[in-house]
């Protein structure tokens, strides 16, 4: 649980505590925030204030019948409970993979992905890339949240581990390098398409969905 | 209210229950007004929220919340699920080991953090305090409350983050 160096951003966790960030990046948050007791720690601080405030709130009255009302649907089904977290997937990754393991897709070099999303908000996909190996350099053309979930990898940033996210704008061009022992499983999030600087042809991109 | 809230976990006790939802309701729905919902739709969601409590209370964890905390969190969260209509991705719970101090001492350090709490807030200049009770209450986003009260984005922002510093640095000096 401890460990975690590399955090969320302060305006992010403000607005995945809003409930406006984008699906692919709330996500990693919620992520983000299963693993690192640092900031899950902030948002629940954030809560208890919040429930001051609701504690010295004046109330407004409820109508006649509506605790009777409420104690009769206690027995009601219970709703539907998100899947359960698997292995080095917490919840909300397992919502986006559907509740099943991943299906890698190969992108060549032993580095596999799964797309988990793509849509106007942005992207959110897993990718597997194996010890030492680097991912192809790449700018960016948006916000990208790279959180690593098994294995390590470093770059110009620093290093990564599990729980740790790097935050990168678009004018970083950075080179990840796996470490060494697992294989490195990310998270990665844009609010952009990537921009890939030497595996593929730009114009294939849109085939690869890279 | 955390006692109640731990016999309804603990014992699955519908008198308790019915403490929460006399402390709560009226104020939950003053929160759901104060977000722009109508009366009937404020009281629907009311229910849905303390229907929650009543079938997440298994994961209330007084070492991480005290019950105002952990109920204004499902609120808020439910809030969200309606503005987007489909549930935001949520976080694990996390657990605190074993080990550590029993509940009751835990309730008890909970309480007085809260009581340090209102008492910072008490102390907040009036126009500090509004802007946090609506970012926390009216849940509206920065940008809406500067439509409203004609303040620039920066002014509020500032505004909410100075109270939540002030608030901090009250809750330093009180601490031992």
């Not at chain 1, 009777?68 to 206690?74: C, D, E, G, N, Y």
């Not at chain 1, 190996?133 to 581990?161: C, I, K, N, Y």
Request: net charge negative; with cysteine; aromatic share 6%.
């Amino acid at each position: 649980m401890s460990g975690v160096n590399h955090h969320i951003p302060d305006d992010l966790l403000d607005e995945w505590h809003a409930g406006t960030l984008p699906e692919p990046f709330a996500v990693v948050v919620a992520t983000h925030l299963s693993i690192c007791e640092t900031c899950r720690a902030r948002m629940e601080a954030i809560d208890m204030l919040g429930g001051v405030v609701l504690d010295h709130e004046r109330g407004a009255p409820m109508s006649g019948d509506a605790k009777s009302r409420m104690m009769a649907a206690l027995d009601g089904p219970m709703p539907k409970p998100a899947p359960a977290p698997s292995g080095i997937f917490p919840s909300a990754v397992m919502e986006a993979l559907g509740g099943g393991p991943p299906r890698w897709r190969m992108l060549g070099g032993g580095i596999r992905q799964q797309i988990l999303m793509s849509d106007e908000a942005g992207s959110l996909r897993l990718l597997y890339i194996p010890p030492g190996r680097a991912v192809p350099e790449h700018g960016h053309q948006g916000l990208e949240l790279t959180l690593v979930l098994q294995g390590s990898f470093s770059d110009s940033g620093g290093s990564f581990h599990r729980g740790d996210v790097e935050t990168a704008h678009a004018e970083i061009d950075h080179q990840p390098i796996a470490g060494e022992g697992d294989p490195c499983i990310c998270l990665a999030a844009t609010d952009a398409p990537l921009r890939f600087n030497s595996m593929l042809p730009r114009l294939l991109q849109p085939i690869f969905r890279i | 209210m955390t006692e109640a809230l731990l016999a309804v976990r603990d014992h699955r006790d519908r008198e308790a229950f019915g403490r929460l939802f006399d402390h709560f309701a009226p104020r939950l729905k003053a929160m759901m007004l104060a977000g722009g919902l109508r009366d009937g739709s404020a009281e629907d969601v009311v229910q849905d929220v303390m229907f929650s409590v009543w079938h997440k209370a298994a994961q209330f964890d007084p070492h991480r919340a005290n019950a105002s905390a952990w109920i204004y969190g499902i609120a808020r969260n439910r809030r969200i699920d309606l503005a987007r209509r489909k549930p935001m991705p949520q976080p694990d719970e996390l657990y605190e080991p074993e080990s550590l101090e029993p509940d009751a001492a835990q309730v008890l350090a909970m309480q007085e953090e809260a009581g340090h709490l209102a008492e910072a807030l008490g102390r907040l200049a009036p126009e500090q305090a509004e802007a946090l009770r609506a970012a926390y209450f009216e849940e509206l986003s920065h940008s809406r409350i500067s439509e409203m009260t004609g303040m620039p984005l920066g002014t509020i922002k500032s505004r909410i983050r100075l109270g939540l510093e002030r608030l901090r640095h009250e809750l330093a000096r009180i601490a031992p």
